[in-house]
């Protein structure tokens, strides 16, 4: 059981968008910012996001990242066949002193 | 460029320890936390705790406290994990990531490409 939700599975059409939920509690998402990766099967995870909304050089601006108290969201836009992955979110947890994951949604383009 | 290289898979018995290695390279290896992150085959990611490698300050994952050891090397820029009395349940890709560590903001922008550990 992971301490961050996502929902298992997210979909859409080519040039779609679409936005993958994360949510948490006043310990993790509400007391420190959020991160995504990007995760193809077989592969270790890409950094996607970083702090809510910002994205490492070589990202493109179709993904974004937004945080609203113990909430976070990513949505990609234009949505390409190369976007078919897993995404997790990710934050800091104040009562672990580490880091807490998101059980990852898995993103199936049409 | 910075890369961390970890080492090749392992298979060990039930009750037996595993050493996973993770060789840093394109970057101060003393300046960045190190933080290992395993994921069992079909489930999602588990951090399982860091290392500070400037002063070997170390903070674990509750269900790992008492079977991890996380050192390091820093003449050799390699950090290390040990984990030991392994169970079935412990097969799993084991990663190594450099993190960034600020104000409210924790996260891990290389990644090494994982060390498979088999438990039979």
Request: aromatic share 10%; net charge positive; hydrophobic share 30%.
């Amino acid at each position: 059981q992971s301490v961050l939700t996502q929902p298992p599975s997210a979909s859409g059409t080519p040039g779609q968008r679409v936005t993958i939920s994360c949510s948490g509690s006043s310990s993790n998402i509400g007391a420190n910012t959020v991160n995504w990766y990007q995760q193809v099967p077989g592969t270790a995870p890409k950094l996607l996001i970083y702090s809510n909304n910002q994205r490492p050089s070589g990202v493109p601006d179709r993904l974004s990242g937004s945080k609203s108290g113990t909430s976070a969201s990513l949505a990609i836009s234009g949505l390409q066949s190369e976007d078919e992955a897993d995404y997790y979110c990710a934050a800091g947890d104040d009562s672990l002193n580490g880091v807490v994951f998101g059980g990852g949604t898995k993103l199936t383009v049409l | 460029q910075v890369q961390l290289v970890q080492s090749g898979a392992e298979v060990k018995e039930p009750g037996a320890s595993v050493k996973v290695s993770c060789k840093a390279s394109g970057y101060g290896f003393i300046g960045y936390y190190m933080y290992w992150v395993r994921q069992a085959p079909g489930q999602g990611l588990e951090w399982m705790g860091w290392i500070n490698p400037n002063s070997g300050a170390t903070n674990y994952a509750q269900r790992f406290q008492g079977r991890v050891t996380m050192t390091r090397d820093t003449s050799i820029s390699t950090a290390y994990m040990e984990l030991t009395r392994l169970r079935s349940d412990d097969t799993a890709v084991y990663y190594c990531a450099r993190c960034i560590v600020g104000v409210k903001a924790y996260y891990m922008d290389v990644w090494g490409k994982g060390t498979t550990v088999t438990v039979s």
